[in-house]
């Protein structure tokens, strides 16, 4: 096997450290079915400011399937998306996404906006949209029909007749000038009460959150797909530094689909051992 140079960024390895363990998982692993609540209990996220970000991905790290992500989605990757939907203040979309992946109104179910006002939560998340040129039709059902006002984060310089027209249907909220300044935008949106945040994405958007260093967590599914050539990574936009995360979580699905939990280095969260589950993102313009 060839030697290959560190990454940029990242620490040339010790040759005199002993390898890391590797132990198997699998194809039988231990632990029974998770409830909902154990489900629950598997995402919850500190009270603090918590920026975390879910994508799904084929075997071969494709991020959509005919240009979708919903071709890689099945029924375990769609339980834990309502589930971190129903956890979160804010969700944080791309408009490049919200238009591709055809969003519509962020409205939960029963079950889950029950859950929320038990536990001191508004009946529905907030939907984010991050959006530079505003580019973004006022009667999209995701903005239009939002059951809790949207906000857009954007530009000071964004066209002021698409700001007119949005105001309408959400909240404007400047944050840079030319250029989106996405931690300003952040602070912006938790001095609002918006503290645990969700991103789905797109890949731009999550390019950027990267190199601004503000991801706290990535929940990655795996879907059980040879997707092929053609589609994108779940990152996309200028190079960055790399980051290292720790892996907090894995769930698996009886057809195979896997459900990763990866969380900063810096501040780990509890492990938990490997359990199954039966059951289920861009341009930021």
């Not at 194809?27 to 154990?38: E, F, I, K, V, Y």
């Not at 999209?140 to 984060?153: E, K, M, S, T």
């Not at 601004?212 to 092929?228: H, I, K, N, R, Y």
Request: glycine share 8%; proline share 9%.
């Amino acid at each position: 096997m060839t030697d290959h140079p560190p990454a940029p960024d990242m620490p040339a390895l010790d040759p005199s450290a002993p390898d890391p363990p590797v132990r198997r998982f699998g194809p039988q692993p231990a632990g029974s079915a998770l409830d909902d609540p154990a489900l629950i209990e598997a995402y919850a996220v500190a009270a603090h400011d918590h920026l975390r970000v879910n994508f799904v991905t084929s075997v071969d790290g494709a991020v959509a399937v005919a240009g979708r992500s919903a071709g890689l989605s099945g029924r375990a990757d769609k339980r834990v998306f309502g589930v971190l939907r129903m956890l979160c203040d804010a969700l944080l979309v791309g408009a490049g996404t919200l238009r591709q992946e055809q969003y519509r109104a962020l409205r939960l179910d029963d079950r889950r906006r029950r859950w929320r006002r038990q536990h001191g939560l508004p009946t529905h998340p907030t939907l984010v949209v991050v959006s530079a040129s505003l580019d973004l039709d006022p009667d999209q059902p995701a903005l239009a029909d939002a059951p809790a006002r949207p906000i857009v984060l954007t530009t000071t310089d964004a066209p002021a007749d698409r700001r007119r027209r949005l105001a309408r249907v959400a909240e404007i909220v400047p944050a840079g000038e030319r250029a989106l300044d996405l931690t300003a935008g952040l602070s912006q949106l938790r001095a609002r009460g918006h503290r645990r945040l969700l991103c789905e994405g797109g890949p731009v958007l999550l390019g950027s959150l990267t190199a601004a260093d503000l991801v706290d967590e990535l929940c990655l599914t795996v879907s059980p797909l040879l997707a092929g050539a053609g589609a994108g990574r779940i990152s996309a936009g200028p190079a960055s530094p790399v980051r290292q995360l720790r892996l907090g979580q894995v769930l698996v699905a009886d057809d195979g689909t896997l459900l990763l939990r990866y969380t900063r280095a810096a501040t780990p969260g509890p492990t938990r051992p490997p359990s199954t589950v039966t059951t289920s993102k861009d341009t930021i313009t």
